[in-house]
T-cell receptor
Framework: DTAVSQTPKYLVTQMGNDKSIKCEQNLGHDTMYWYKQDSKKFLKIMFSYNNKELIINETVPNRFSPKSPDKAHLNLHINSLELGDSAVYFC?????????????FGPGTRLTVT | QQQVKQSPQSLIVQKGGISIINCAYENTAFDYFPWYQQFPGKGPALLIAIRPDVSEKKEGRFTISFNKSAKQFSLHIMDSQPGDSATYFCAASMKAAGNKLTFGGGTRVLVKP
C-alpha cells in the first residue's frame, strides 16, 4: 500500500554507463516530480510532469531524460553517467487539478557512480 | 541565488524543550510554505504547511509562524522528543512556477534524552 514507490533503492554503477530509475504512485495524483538530493542534503527540483506532459525542466544536463508513460508513472533515464551524478533521487507526486499543493515523496534511490 | 534560506544548520535540544527553525524567502510570489521532516535513509515527509494569508498554524506539537512583511516563517517543535531527531526542511512554492518546491538547506535536529 506504498503511496509513492521507487526502484531500485540503491544503484551502483560505473562512469559512462546508462541507467534508469522508476517511480510509481498509487495516490491517483496527476503530477509527478523528480528531485535530486546531493551529498550536503540539498534538495533541488529537476523535472515535473502533469498528465504526462513536461511542465518543469530545470537546468539539468540533457543526459537526464524523464519519461511519463501514464499519470501514475515517471521514470528517469540517465545516459553517460558521471561521478557528479552520485546523489539520492526522489520522486514525488501531487494533485494539481484539485489545486492541492501537498507533495508526497518516495523513499529515494541512492545512485553511486564509481 | 538561494531563494529560501534556513537556519540554523544544526540544533541540539533537550527532551521536553522547544526546537525553533527559521526560514527566510526572497520571492513574494511564493504562495505555499511547507515543512518536511526527513529521517536517515527515508524520503522527506510533509509535516505541516501554511499559506501567506495565515500568520500561524498549529498541528499537535508543531507550529508554523508566518511573517509576510518580513518574508520569514518558522517551525516550532514543542515538547521535543528523541523521536523528533531528524533533518527538517522548509520549502516554498508557487502555482505559477508549476508548484516546484524550492527548499531551504535543512536543519539537523538532535533531541537529547
Amino acid at each position: 500500500d506504498t503511496a509513492v514507490s521507487q526502484t531500485p533503492k540503491y544503484l551502483v554503477t560505473q562512469m559512462g554507463n546508462d541507467k534508469s530509475i522508476k517511480c510509481e504512485q498509487n495516490l491517483g495524483h496527476d503530477t509527478m516530480y523528480w528531485y535530486k538530493q546531493d551529498s550536503k542534503k540539498f534538495l533541488k527540483i529537476m523535472f515535473s510532469y502533469n498528465n504526462k506532459e513536461l511542465i518543469i525542466n530545470e537546468t539539468v544536463p540533457n543526459r537526464f531524460s524523464p519519461k511519463s508513460p501514464d499519470k501514475a508513472h515517471l521514470n528517469l533515464h540517465i545516459n553517460s553517467l558521471e561521478l557528479g551524478d552520485s546523489a539520492v533521487y526522489f520522486c514525488a507526486s501531487s494533485q494539481w487539478a484539485a489545486r492541492l499543493d501537498e507533495q508526497y515523496f518516495g523513499p529515494g534511490t541512492r545512485l553511486t557512480v564509481t | 541565488q538561494q531563494q529560501v534560506k534556513q537556519s540554523p544548520q544544526s540544533l541540539i535540544v533537550q527532551k521536553g524543550g522547544i526546537s525553533i527553525i527559521n526560514c527566510a524567502y526572497e520571492n513574494t510570489a511564493f504562495d505555499y510554505f511547507p515543512w518536511y521532516q526527513q529521517f536517515p535513509g527515508k524520503g522527506p515527509a510533509l509535516l505541516i504547511a501554511i499559506r501567506p494569508d495565515v500568520s500561524e498554524k498549529k498541528e499537535g506539537r508543531f507550529t508554523i509562524s508566518f511573517n509576510k512583511s518580513a518574508k520569514q516563517f518558522s517551525l516550532h517543535i514543542m515538547d521535543s522528543q528523541p523521536g523528533d531527531s531528524a533533518t527538517y526542511f522548509c520549502a516554498a512554492s508557487m502555482k505559477a512556477a508549476g508548484n516546484k518546491l524550492t527548499f531551504g538547506g535543512g536543519t539537523r535536529v538532535l533531541v537529547k534524552p
